[in-house]
């Protein structure tokens, strides 16, 4: 855990300026092993301070890798440096966002730094399990990943507060043959936030969740090619995440609203059917915590949700507190960096589609000929809001049931076009918490969602 060399600096901070010292640490953890042997065996760790400063709107920015109170006495100098200067500079002030309120931060959670012989043994022992519970796989991998960043932010007219994000996951692929001997893949991802006690402890909660993977590669590998065109399905509910993230998210993040994103010219108007409601959301969700917990971003501002689209309505974009001043709105804490040298960017953190009332049977029951989209591998999408996402499970529905497993295809459509077509929504909430978003530099995001019924073009052969 950081020690807190950076509260102390306020007094140091120039009048007239809108300043965040920031000291950040970030560790990371990867073992792992392929049909039992050890291939990758990884620990990184960097630390540094950062300071960005605005005056009129003008921003000054300065990183070091080294962390001690001089050092970030020197980075607040260069950044306050940098802003009045490039103030000067300006032909025209820019945005100035307003003063924040000082909020009450939640004390911070501790991360926990676990042997890595620990976590080398809990990989073996799972890959023990699967090599004398499932013999017939041709191939199997098991892979531990931990990332953790540890945050003191200090602002001038902002909240400050110590913050941590520690989180960490074991990854299981299974991979069998086929009928016509092609390989055939699934894969799960246990765990979420927090450190290795929080979820590792025990590792056999966990197998019976595994058995259920196998089972749907047992089905997959007398899948069938889903038929191509535009097909009633079910989206579930992981499904139904990556779209909010990728096709929809990414399309209202303000700066790449002021980029050109098909939402700009949609605020206020309908994107979706009443039935669609969407929410980044900061650290509770439905009475609970989020998957990824954010309470404090990295420009002081407290994490609040942030309503994107209500009843099928675009109703607001996620912001920056520059962001935020240039569309009269209250920044939600969405600005947050990956290293201690990144400057903060627009970031989603908890994305998920909001349950509906029906219940999945009913939905299926309501289908003649159509798919149950479970799983997705990959995805992509642009500022248009056109996607492609792989789908590695699903199933048929042929007459209210579920039939065959499909081999492995893909879907695409343009986001707003295809949430019109959804009407039925599910009950229930499916998270996912493992991946890293790309936008320029990586970050942790929770996505969820329920089940969809919907139309949507789908991959055949």
Same mark, same amino acid.
């Given at each position: 855990?950081?020690?807190?060399?950076?509260?102390?600096?306020?007094?140091?901070?120039?009048?007239?300026? *809108?300043? !965040?010292?920031?000291?950040?640490?970030?560790?990371?953890?990867?073992?792992?092993?392929?049909?039992?042997?050890?291939?990758?065996?990884?620990?990184?760790?960097?630390?540094?301070?950062?300071?960005?400063?605005?005056?009129?709107? @003008?921003?000054?920015?300065?990183?070091?890798?080294?962390?001690?109170?001089?050092?970030?006495?020197?980075?607040?100098? @260069?950044?306050?440096?940098?802003?009045?200067?490039?103030?000067?500079?300006?032909?025209?002030?820019?945005?100035?966002?307003?003063?924040?309120?000082?909020?009450?931060?939640?004390?911070?959670?501790?991360?926990?730094?676990? %042997? *890595?012989?620990?976590?080398? %043994?809990?990989?073996?022992?799972?890959?023990?399990?699967?090599?004398?519970?499932?013999?017939?796989?041709?191939?199997?991998? !098991?892979?531990?990943?931990?990332?953790? *960043?540890?945050?003191?932010?200090?602002?001038?007219? @902002?909240?400050?507060?110590?913050?941590?994000?520690?989180?960490?996951?074991?990854?299981?692929?299974?991979?069998?043959?086929?009928?016509?001997?092609?390989?055939?893949?699934?894969?799960?991802?246990?765990?979420?936030?927090?450190?290795?006690?929080?979820?590792?402890?025990?590792?056999?909660?966990?197998?019976?969740?595994?058995?259920?993977?196998?089972q749907h590669l047992m089905a997959k590998r007398e899948g069938v090619y889903a038929e191509a065109g535009e097909k009633t399905v079910i989206l579930g509910g992981m499904m139904g995440g990556m779209l909010a993230h990728e096709a929809v998210g990414h399309t209202v993040e303000a700066d790449l609203v002021q980029g050109g994103s098909v939402a700009g010219p949609m605020l206020h108007k309908r994107v979706a059917s009443d039935l669609v409601t969407l929410v980044d959301f900061a650290h509770t969700a439905f009475g609970a915590p989020t998957p990824l917990p954010v309470y404090l971003d990295d420009e002081g501002t407290p994490a609040s949700d942030a309503v994107l689209i209500e009843n099928g309505i675009l109703t607001g974009y996620m912001n920056s507190r520059q962001s935020a001043a240039r569309y009269g709105v209250a920044p939600a804490g969405n600005a947050r960096a990956w290293l201690y040298n990144d400057e903060p960017l627009i970031r989603m953190r908890n994305t998920c589609i909001l349950p509906g009332k029906s219940k999945l049977e009913d939905m299926i029951a309501s289908i003649d000929d159509g798919y149950y989209l479970i799983d997705s591998s990959n995805g992509q999408a642009d500022l248009t809001g056109e996607f492609m996402f792989g789908v590695s499970l699903g199933y048929e529905i042929k007459r209210g049931k579920l039939g065959r497993a499909l081999l492995d295809t893909t879907v695409s459509g343009v986001a707003f076009d295809m949430l019109r077509t959804v009407d039925m929504v599910s009950d229930n909430i499916t998270w996912s918490s493992s991946g890293f978003c790309g936008k320029k530099q990586p970050m942790p995001v929770g996505m969820g969602g329920p089940e969809m019924r919907c139309r949507i073009l789908i991959g055949g052969r």
């Open positions: 855990m950081l020690t807190d060399i950076i509260t102390p600096q306020a007094a140091c901070f120039a009048d007239g300026v *809108q300043t !965040v010292l920031r000291g950040h640490e970030n560790r990371s953890r990867r073992v792992m092993l392929l049909q039992g042997n050890l291939v990758q065996n990884a620990r990184s760790e960097s630390r540094g301070v950062s300071a960005r400063v605005a005056k009129n709107g @003008a921003y000054g920015f300065a990183s070091t890798a080294l962390y001690t109170a001089e050092d970030a006495r020197a980075v607040l100098r @260069a950044a306050t440096d940098n802003a009045v200067f490039l103030a000067h500079r300006a032909a025209v002030p820019g945005v100035v966002y307003p003063a924040l309120s000082p909020a009450s931060i939640p004390p911070c959670r501790p991360i926990v730094d676990c %042997d *890595q012989k620990r976590i080398i %043994d809990l990989c073996r022992r799972v890959d023990d399990h699967l090599a004398k519970t499932y013999p017939n796989l041709i191939s199997r991998r !098991v892979i531990y990943t931990e990332d953790s *960043q540890d945050k003191i932010i200090c602002a001038s007219d @902002a909240a400050s507060g110590h913050v941590t994000y520690p989180r960490c996951y074991l990854y299981v692929f299974l991979t069998a043959e086929s009928t016509d001997g092609a390989p055939v893949e699934l894969f799960r991802a246990f765990g979420g936030c927090g450190s290795f006690e929080d979820h590792f402890a025990d590792e056999t909660v966990y197998y019976e969740a595994i058995d259920a993977l196998y």
